[in-house]
């Protein structure tokens, strides 16, 4: 995602004297991809490309499955959030391009992989991200998937291949999903179909048997359950999942963490969705998704910024839960919630909605 032009005379973070004649003679424009507001994390995408190619040298020093020596390719050194979009998936494929040369079997050559994997699916390009994160388990070492030698970079491979697979409606057949398989038939019985939903729900066990309760890819692979559960329409189950993981989350990662954002998000979200089942109490659950909505719009506009995909998601979410034409008016919501979305900074060209 692009962002809006940026005033004349701000400058790349990167590199404010070397790159001004050079990059502006080709035409590229200062973007942002993270969290970054104000002036602050502009950037030329060729500048912040190279600067991860220059810090690759000291990824080498440190074990590929550690998630600290790969940071360059995914974060931010300013805000310390992901980057997402156009900046990520470019990220991922100048990994992948100066990795790929190694040999099978080379752990930096497969954590390459991951890191396109992940920078597609970020760009929202997941037929292309399905490719890769098929091809990466296909060539992984297991024997079974518990005991894989990669646990960290497996788990967080098949956690995308099940997001990618829910978003497609596609299921997965490849021999290593397949050893997948063979451990979630022994948990479940009869013979249920390894969807993306089937896929998250027995990885999130393997990430707590390998990584721990607290690692931090286990609450990303709680918030991707959720969302499978919300986008499948399993709205009661993910609202008393999300709500259970929700708590784990903020105490392991924090309230400003962009996964807990993202998981309060949800939760409105899968509030929002139960009032279409029926029931007497569907205003009232409208009117808790509201404030939920409210809430996290706050939270994740402090975080993130106003124009970060985020927080132009929920804003998109809440917008549709005023569209609702229910027997309600606007007189039913508390004066403090209009109060709250008043003083959220909005977007430029974005209008108020909630009047």
């Not at 600067?51 to 040298?57: I, K, P, R, S």
């Not at 021999?175 to 993306?196: D, E, I, T, Y």
Request: glycine residues 8%; contains cysteine; hydrophobic residues 40%.
């Amino acid at each position: 995602m692009w962002p809006r032009a940026f005033r004349r005379g701000q400058a790349c973070f990167i590199n404010r004297h070397m790159c001004h004649e050079t990059r502006s003679k080709y035409g590229e424009r200062l973007m942002r991809g993270c969290s970054c507001t104000g002036t602050t994390g502009l950037a030329h995408l060729t500048c912040v490309m190279t600067q991860a190619t220059l810090g690759t040298a000291s990824t080498w020093v440190k074990a590929s499955n550690e998630p600290d020596g790969w940071t360059q390719w995914n974060t931010c050194r300013l805000c310390g959030q992901e980057y997402h979009g156009t900046v990520r998936c470019a990220l991922g494929w100048q990994c992948w391009f100066i990795n790929s040369a190694r040999k099978a079997g080379d752990e930096y050559l497969y954590r390459a992989m991951l890191e396109l994997g992940i920078g597609l699916v970020a760009a929202s390009r997941h037929e292309e991200a399905f490719g890769v994160l098929e091809t990466l388990l296909s060539q992984l070492p297991f024997r079974k998937f518990h005991e894989t030698i990669h646990p960290r970079l497996s788990c967080e491979a098949v956690m995308y291949l099940a997001t990618v697979c829910n978003k497609l409606g596609w299921e997965s057949s490849m021999v290593n999903v397949n050893k997948l398989r063979a451990n979630f038939l022994s948990l479940v019985p009869g013979r249920p179909r390894l969807s993306g939903l089937n896929m998250l729900r027995v990885i999130i066990g393997k990430v707590f048997i390998n990584l721990g309760e607290d690692d931090e890819l286990r609450h990303r692979c709680a918030l991707e359950l959720g969302v499978c559960m919300v986008d499948q329409n399993l709205v009661a189950e993910a609202s008393r999942f999300l709500g259970k993981a929700g708590h784990a989350t903020v105490r392991a990662l924090g309230e400003e963490h962009a996964i807990c954002i993202e998981m309060h998000w949800r939760i409105a979200q899968s509030i929002y969705k139960r009032h279409f089942f029926g029931g007497n109490d569907y205003r009232d659950l409208l009117m808790a998704s509201i404030k939920g909505h409210t809430a996290v719009l706050d939270q994740s506009t402090k975080a993130h910024g106003v124009e970060h995909p985020t927080t132009l998601a929920i804003r998109a979410s809440l917008k549709l839960c005023f569209e609702e034409q229910l027997d309600w008016t606007l007189d039913d919501i508390p004066r403090r919630v209009f109060e709250a979305l008043d003083e959220i900074p909005r977007p430029p060209g974005h209008k108020v909605f909630w009047r």
